[in-house]
């Protein structure tokens, strides 16, 4: 007998704007959402049970909303069991805590989180529920299929390819844009899901574990000074085409043989470099402010020297990590990670902010056992983190141990020194990857120096585009009102349901600027906006903006 379960959450319409209240969250009931990607989890959870394959599937929320309960039974939901924490009270060792106490069967369990998972936005949820099940978790699930033999083959989202993976229970699945097939409930389910069961929780162990993030304090974000500097089209147009023409690099590589391999016996500031990352000038100069701070050795994690910053400009060690020829799941590069870190005394991991950083840090850190912290930033000296698409900046407590972070941008840290120490780390329960498709997409958004996202005002001039990229050595990207129109693939899609980039040069044709879409680039070095609105978001945050047709500026590179 096989039962599914569904970590579902809810939270305010990102579209509205979020002020916090006594350092809490006070969220309108009437612009409350279920998280699109829990409610993914729903659609998929309910399909694989009328298959054949599940006997039921239980909702778990420790804050949503009953209206939302309701509307997951009449998608199909079997029952739900709830509780009513605050949404900063809900950290991921309570989740696990709880699902753990109310899910005995856990051998002959499926359990589905949405991407963006429970707490806020810092994707541990999963790889923490995994570690504590010491069972698999495949990330970004966006194709199902059940086998003759009882098992699933779970297809997955990667830059490198699809990888198909074969689960059986227990095991943890995260979703993905691309899994939704939406379900609306008839009125016959709405009242059928009246009488489904609802369990309330008495009391949940509210006591955060000791490497969750817990808040201090929640403020908004100030607002943008950034003066947008208005360019004729003409001027644009040059400005792109100086850029693809200037590939000189800040730094270019020198001999590292001197520089591997730190001491052991002090205190070490890792920096997770991926293979197509490009090492900005500020990022580095950030790196090197924090290793003084702190009186640590700033170290580079690499599988790519070629990658590394002038020997000639910084100090700096390296710890080489093997390349791998063929795709590795995230549990095994979590593995190689922390095999390398154990020998050292660890202050903080860091890498680039990119979905797959997310991934694989908070799969490291459900190892360890040590703090997360997605978006991060310094707020008056403190540590905290962007949340809910930028719009509010968490304050947390300090950190009792040696964290892991992705980076917000790439201004000045000024930050407590964390203790260092000898991370050690459970085995993380490896994934079994059935086959392997590889993409044909050479540079993804991520690693691109320049990106040409199309939006809304760029589709009757898309065609241009692909050409245009191939030319200038540009990646194209896209918001989701193009890829959710079938023109791209989901694999372009710029901001927080798809790829979160820092190019040199982000080109944003006819995108309005919603929030989701900023939270994804918002941090590129510079971005240029074209529109016919005056008043689009997307000026509040352009380095330069010209008022205009997308024809028009693609016009200027015929001939």
């Known amino acids: ?35 699109d990607f829990d409610l993914i989890g729903v659609e998929a959870a309910v399909r694989l049970m009328e298959s054949g394959y599940a006997d039921d599937v239980t909702v778990f929320s420790l804050n949503a909303d009953r209206t939302f309960i309701h509307k997951a039974l009449a998608m199909g939901a079997s029952r739900a069991i709830i509780a009513d924490l605050p949404d900063v009270a809900l950290t991921t060792g309570i989740v696990v805590r709880e699902v753990l106490k109310n899910f005995p069967e856990i051998d002959d369990t499926l359990f589905i989180c949405g991407k963006l998972n429970v707490n806020f936005e810092s ?28 098992d699933l083959l779970v297809f997955c989202e990667d830059d490198e390819g699809i990888p198909c993976y074969r689960v059986h229970t227990p095991a943890v699945l995260t979703t993905d844009l691309r899994l939704a097939e939406p379900r609306f409930p008839s009125l016959p389910a709405i009242m059928k899901a009246k009488r489904k069961p609802i369990i309330t929780l008495e009391s949940v162990e509210s006591h955060p574990d000791p490497w969750d993030m817990r808040t201090l304090d929640l403020c908004p974000t100030p607002q943008n000074t950034r003066a947008c500097q208005w360019l004729s089209i003409q001027d644009a147009a040059q400005l792109l085409l100086n850029t693809a023409g200037n590939t000189s690099s800040q730094y270019t590589h020198t001999s590292t043989a001197a520089h591997l391999y730190p001491d052991a016996t002090s205190p070490l500031l890792a920096y997770l470099l991926a293979p197509n990352e490009r090492l900005s000038g500020k990022r580095l100069d950030q790196l090197q402010h924090l290793a003084t701070t702190w009186h640590a050795q700033l170290t ?24 791998h020829t063929t795709f590795q799941p995230i549990s095994s590069h979590a593995q190689t990670i922390l ?7 660890l202050t903080a991991l860091m890498a680039a902010h990119t979905p797959l950083n997310l991934r694989l840090l908070a799969a490291v850190a459900s190892g360890a056992h040590i703090p997360f912290v997605p978006n991060l930033i310094a707020q008056h ?22 964290f892991l972070a992705t980076l917000y941008d790439t201004s000045p840290l000024s930050l407590p020194t964390p203790p260092a120490d000898h991370i050690t780390a459970t085995p ?11 993409t044909d997409n050479a540079c993804t958004p991520e690693s691109a120096r320049i990106i040409l996202s199309a939006g809304r005002g760029a589709i009757p001039a898309f065609s241009l585009l692909p050409p245009l990229c191939d030319r200038l050595h540009a990646t194209l990207g896209a918001s989701r009102v193009v890829v959710d129109a079938g023109i791209i693939d989901n694999a372009h899609q710029i901001g927080l ?26 941090n590129a070095s510079n971005i240029l906006a074209i529109n016919t609105d005056k008043n689009a978001p997307i000026f509040d945050i352009a380095h330069y903006g010209v008022l205009g047709r997308v024809e028009d500026f693609l016009a200027c590179f015929n001939g």
Do not use: W
């Open 300 to 323: 580079f994690l690499t599988s790519n020297p070629m990658g590394l910053p002038d020997a000639q400009n910084c100090d700096f060690y390296v710890i080489p990590l093997t390349p």
């Open 381 to 402: 000296g403190n540590i905290a983190r962007m949340i809910c698409a930028a719009q509010l900046i968490e304050t947390l407590h300090p950190v009792s141990s040696p």
């Open 339 to 345: 095999q390398c870190l154990a020998s050292y005394k």
């Open 1 to 35: 007998m096989k039962h599914i379960c569904v970590l579902a959450a809810t939270a305010q319409n990102s579209e509205e704007r979020l002020f916090p209240q006594k350092n809490t969250l006070v969220f309108d009931p009437t612009t409350r959402l279920l998280n």
């Open 123 to 150: 994707s541990q949820t999963a790889q923490r529920l995994a570690q504590a099940l010491a069972c698999p978790c495949i990330p970004l699930a966006h194709r199902i299929e059940t086998t003759a033999t009882d």
């Open 428 to 438: 993380i329960p490896q994934t079994t990857l059935d086959h392997f498709s590889p």
């Open 497 to 522: 349901t798809g790829h979160t980039v820092t190019p040199q040069l982000y080109v944003a044709l006819g995108i309005s600027g919603a929030i989701q879409h900023l939270a994804g680039m918002r």
